[in-house]
């Protein structure tokens, strides 16, 4: 196991995980290598991943989390003092939070969640259906409830680690710019930004695993929770929306109520393709499924620098798995009904990588591309039951429990709000090779060349010139 910054830690109170799928079964090594003899209880809808508890000799309850009884399973299950991190899918992330609180229980999750069956509600508006929606239920509630124990969401590998890597990002474009000096609050971040010239943030991500055993027909087939990927990809796809975009895109809408920052698109993310780059993959056309670091990252670095307004465009460019892909495909032939069979390749991956990051666009010097680039070798090296995919969720899982246990009255805080150098030296062990990558490509690279295209050429960094379809 990889050592990680900070050493070992000491918690008296019961580790309980909810959710036991490739995420929370590939948490176990971490947690087993960095508390100090660690209770830990495991409470999940299925008997998935049972070996794995057993292997590290873990309480392992089987019971499904409703909304008419979610609280009764977590009273016999969590106590004052323990850490609940919440991995589920379908299972409301804001009530169980509330419960957290009043239990005065730490909390982090990965994800905004609603109660099963909400994503694919046709009752309800677009909108409601939206990250920005869900995303707004949390901050409202923030605001009314004040602090309280520390509840960190959103805090996996994107949203998570990505919002991180855009600050350290600022910093290695800075120096490359001559600019010294180091942001000390969201002002001065929201500064450097506009000074440098961001007009455009990727959540730039390729992955290349793959298994020896093909997709078949009816099956979907993904490195990290199919449920989980198939829920946000039927999700309105969305971006958070910079001001120097001269247009809104066809298709779009601004949010009706809460944050300025992001706006929807009239139809799923699955169905929506961009242009981007990542240093091993190159150009390459990546999905923008709708993620809640688009929109935190976009409303963080929202702000007025010498009387303007300014805001980076953000999203996610997203290239899975190709076995993923061709699920996709099948699922958007299917009118997104899901296939009837999951599988989820950890142990049967035969190589490839997981190269997750972003790409800041704008400044006069090129591009940066800044993240992990991580093997399916050097993942199983740093910690069994996992795949590069789940590691570099689970590594910032496990960073973000280390910073709230140390700061446990912080009340509820998203990743951007947390110090980005001490959760990437946190994870750093577990990210295989960190890449720094300078470009000079921009989405008009290589267009109207078989065929006359529509594009900005007076300014690449326009929404319309990135997008596909």
């Given at each position: 196991?990889?050592?990680?910054?900070?050493?070992v830690?000491a918690?008296?109170?019961?580790i309980v995980?909810?959710?036991?799928?490739?995420?929370?079964?590939?948490?176990?090594?971490?947690?087993f290598?960095?508390?100090?003899?660690?209770?830990?209880?495991v409470?999940?809808?299925?008997?998935?991943?049972?070996?794995?508890?057993?292997?590290?000799?873990?309480?392992?309850?089987?019971?499904?989390?409703?909304?008419?009884?979610?609280?009764?399973?977590l009273?016999r299950h969590?106590?004052q003092?323990?850490?609940?991190?919440?991995l589920?899918?379908?299972?409301?992330?804001l009530?169980?939070?509330?419960?957290c609180?009043a239990?005065?229980?730490?909390?982090i999750?990965?994800?905004i969640?609603?109660?099963?069956?909400?994503?694919?509600?046709?009752?309800?508006?677009?909108?409601?259906?939206?990250?920005?929606f869900?995303?707004?239920?949390?901050i409202?509630?923030?605001?009314?409830?004040?602090?309280?124990?520390t509840?960190?969401?959103?805090?996996?590998?994107?949203p998570?680690?990505?919002?991180?890597?855009?600050?350290?990002?600022?910093?290695?474009?800075a120096?490359?710019?001559?600019?010294g000096?180091?942001?000390?609050?969201?002002g001065?971040?929201?500064?450097l930004?506009?000074?440098?010239?961001?007009k455009?943030?990727?959540?730039?991500?390729?992955?290349?695993?793959r298994?020896?055993?093909?997709?078949?027909r009816?099956?979907?087939?993904?490195?990290?929770s199919v449920?989980g990927?198939?829920?946000?990809?039927?999700?309105?796809?969305?971006?958070?929306?910079?001001?120097?975009?001269?247009?809104?895109p066809?298709g779009?809408h601004?949010?009706?109520?809460?944050?300025?920052?992001a706006?929807?698109?009239?139809?799923?993310?699955?169905?929506?393709?961009?242009?981007?780059?990542?240093?091993?993959?190159?150009?390459?056309?990546?999905?923008?499924?709708?993620?809640?670091?688009?929109?935190?990252?976009?409303?963080?670095?929202?702000?007025?620098?010498?009387?303007?307004?300014?805001?980076?465009?953000?999203?996610?460019?997203?290239?899975?798995?190709?076995?993923?892909?061709n699920?996709?495909?099948?699922l958007?032939?299917r009118?997104?009904?899901?296939q009837e069979?999951?599988?989820?390749?950890?142990?049967?991956?035969?190589?490839?990588?997981?190269?997750l990051?972003?790409?800041?666009?704008g400044?006069?010097?090129?591009?940066?591309?800044?993240?992990?680039?991580?093997?399916?070798?050097?993942?199983?090296?740093?910690a069994?039951?996992?795949?590069?995919?789940s590691?570099q969720v689970?590594?910032?899982?496990?960073?973000?429990?280390?910073?709230?246990?140390?700061?446990?009255?912080?009340?509820?805080?998203?990743?951007?709000?947390?110090?980005?150098?001490v959760?990437?030296?946190?994870?750093?062990?577990?990210?295989?090779?960190?890449?720094?990558a300078?470009?000079?490509?921009?989405?008009?690279?290589?267009?109207?060349v078989?065929f006359?295209?529509?594009?900005d050429?007076?300014?690449?960094?326009?929404?319309?010139?990135?997008?596909?379809?």
């Amino acid at each position: 196991m990889a050592d990680l910054a900070g050493g070992v830690k000491a918690f008296p109170g019961n580790i309980v995980v909810l959710g036991f799928g490739s995420i929370g079964s590939g948490l176990m090594p971490l947690l087993f290598d960095r508390f100090v003899e660690p209770r830990v209880r495991v409470v999940t809808s299925d008997d998935r991943n049972l070996e794995i508890a057993q292997e590290y000799g873990v309480e392992h309850h089987v019971e499904e989390i409703t909304k008419a009884n979610y609280a009764d399973v977590l009273e016999r299950h969590v106590s004052q003092g323990d850490f609940l991190v919440n991995l589920t899918v379908d299972v409301d992330s804001l009530d169980v939070m509330k419960w957290c609180a009043a239990a005065g229980v730490l909390y982090i999750d990965t994800v905004i969640e609603p109660w099963a069956g909400y994503y694919t509600d046709e009752r309800l508006p677009v909108y409601e259906r939206s990250n920005s929606f869900l995303r707004q239920r949390v901050i409202d509630h923030r605001s009314a409830a004040g602090r309280g124990p520390t509840a960190i969401v959103a805090h996996g590998a994107n949203p998570g680690l990505v919002n991180h890597f855009v600050k350290d990002a600022l910093l290695q474009i800075a120096a490359e710019n001559g600019v010294g000096g180091h942001p000390g609050d969201r002002g001065g971040w929201i500064a450097l930004a506009r000074r440098l010239g961001i007009k455009v943030v990727h959540v730039a991500e390729r992955d290349t695993q793959r298994s020896a055993t093909p997709k078949e027909r009816g099956e979907f087939v993904n490195t990290w929770s199919v449920d989980g990927f198939v829920s946000e990809g039927c999700q309105p796809s969305e971006l958070g929306w910079g001001t120097h975009e001269k247009a809104m895109p066809p298709g779009a809408h601004t949010n009706p109520d809460g944050s300025e920052a992001a706006i929807y698109l009239d139809q799923p993310g699955v169905m929506t393709r961009v242009r981007s780059w990542t240093p091993d993959e190159g150009p390459m056309h990546g999905w923008i499924i709708t993620h809640n670091e688009s929109i935190s990252i976009a409303d963080y670095f929202s702000g007025e620098v010498d009387g303007e307004r300014y805001r980076p465009t953000v999203h996610y460019a997203y290239h899975p798995c190709d076995a993923a892909v061709n699920s996709i495909h099948e699922l958007a032939g299917r009118n997104y009904v899901p296939q009837e069979r999951h599988r989820i390749i950890v142990d049967e991956v035969i190589d490839g990588v997981d190269e997750l990051g972003v790409l800041l666009m704008g400044n006069e010097k090129g591009s940066l591309w800044y993240g992990s680039n991580l093997s399916i070798e050097e993942a199983r090296e740093a910690a069994p039951h996992n795949n590069a995919t789940s590691l570099q969720v689970v590594a910032p899982v496990l960073a973000g429990m280390f910073w709230a246990i140390d700061n446990p009255a912080a009340g509820i805080l998203e990743a951007d709000e947390l110090p980005h150098d001490v959760i990437i030296d946190g994870c750093r062990p577990y990210l295989g090779r960190m890449v720094s990558a300078w470009t000079d490509w921009t989405p008009l690279e290589g267009r109207g060349v078989l065929f006359a295209e529509e594009v900005d050429s007076s300014d690449p960094w326009q929404f319309g010139n990135f997008r596909v379809s």
